[in-house]
């Protein structure tokens, strides 16, 4: 058997702590994957694993060993990638993390349509609001919502991210009229927990900037439960047009304060400036620029 594919069996199995579980992401039986450890074993001489009915455990080789096999199996994934540039074929695994959002209502239908134009390429999607670390995390790709930090990374700005202010016919009836920012002081503003989002809502009108600050009984970290509590009449709502959008159009949410705009916030691709522009990461900066950049619709 390939000694490549019993390291990086070992591996795999290292990393996600069990046989079984290796075997469910390999597409093995656990049988099989056992097997191949135990070959790569006899091969070496010596145990990798300590084994238990209940738990397996690294031997002070095994953990050395693993360290290297990595190494090793990065290094034939460089070398696979050199092919790639070579042949200019966009193909192999690309790693990309964007805010939950903006992931699942506008990057994923997209994403879709690339896997279609370049099917030798394997994407991995991580969705998070939480700041990740493209280096260390090891993505090729990070998407991130609001003005950036001195960071050293490349940036690919794409369209800015529109928010609109809205709320349930339900909820206004039985509130105070809304006719200016200052209004929502008297009202319940449902909070991202994310970003200035939680504390102060911003406008731009015939006066100039307006920060008004929110209170909120409810503060969420992800869209989508604001948007079914907004839907609920529990209070106001400022969230992104992809995420609105459909509430919008069939009334359950009515628009407001259409004289004032919510300022867009800057939409970014990030990547490493001493990254190899491969096949694949060329690919996906130039489609997602065509897909959703300055002039591209969302």
Same mark, same amino acid.
């Given at each position: 058997m390939d000694r490549l594919t019993q390291m990086a069996t070992f591996v795999k199995a290292v990393e996600l702590g069990s046989f079984s579980a290796a075997a469910d992401d390999l597409n093995l039986s656990p049988q099989l994957v056992g097997k191949q450890v135990k070959m790569l074993e006899q091969h070496l001489g010596v145990?990798?694993?300590?084994?238990?009915?209940r738990r397996q455990s690294l031997t002070d080789f095994g953990r050395a060993f693993y360290q290297r096999a990595k190494m090793i199996l990065a290094d034939m994934q460089a070398a696979e990638s050199l092919a790639a540039v070579t042949r200019g074929t966009p193909s192999g695994r690309l790693r990309v993390n964007a805010p939950v959002t903006y992931g699942v209502r506008t990057l994923a239908p997209r994403l879709l349509e690339y896997m279609v134009r370049y099917p030798q390429v394997a994407v991995d999607l991580t969705l998070s609001n939480d700041l990740v670390d493209l280096v260390e995390d090891g993505y090729d790709v990070v998407l991130r919502i609001g003005e950036l930090a001195s960071s050293g990374l490349k940036a690919v700005p794409l369209a800015p991210y529109q928010c609109v202010l809205c709320a349930a016919p339900a909820y206004l009836v039985r509130r105070p009229p809304i006719t200016s920012p200052w209004d929502l002081r008297?009202? +319940?503003?449902?909070?991202?927990?994310?970003?200035?989002?939680?504390?102060?809502?911003?406008? +731009?009108?015939? +006066?100039?900037?307006?920060?008004?600050?929110?209170?909120?009984?409810?503060?969420?970290?992800?869209?989508?439960?604001?948007?079914?509590?907004?839907?609920a009449g529990l209070g106001v709502v400022l969230q992104p047009q992809e995420l609105v959008g459909d509430a919008l159009r069939?009334?359950?949410?009515?628009?407001?304060?259409?004289?004032?705009?919510?300022?867009?916030?800057?939409?970014?691709?990030?990547?490493?400036?001493?990254?190899?522009?491969?096949?694949?990461?060329?690919?996906?900066?130039?489609?997602?620029? +065509?897909?959703?950049?300055?002039?591209?619709?969302?």
């Open positions: 145990s990798l694993l300590h084994r238990t009915t008297q009202h +319940e503003c449902l909070a991202f927990a994310f970003s200035n989002g939680r504390t102060d809502w911003t406008f +731009e009108g015939p +006066e100039g900037r307006i920060d008004v600050p929110i209170t909120s009984k409810l503060t969420i970290n992800q869209g989508d439960p604001l948007l079914a509590a907004a839907v069939d009334g359950t949410l009515v628009a407001l304060l259409p004289q004032y705009r919510v300022p867009a916030s800057p939409m970014n691709m990030l990547y490493a400036p001493d990254r190899r522009m491969t096949p694949k990461l060329r690919s996906f900066l130039d489609f997602m620029r +065509e897909a959703l950049g300055a002039r591209g619709t969302p």
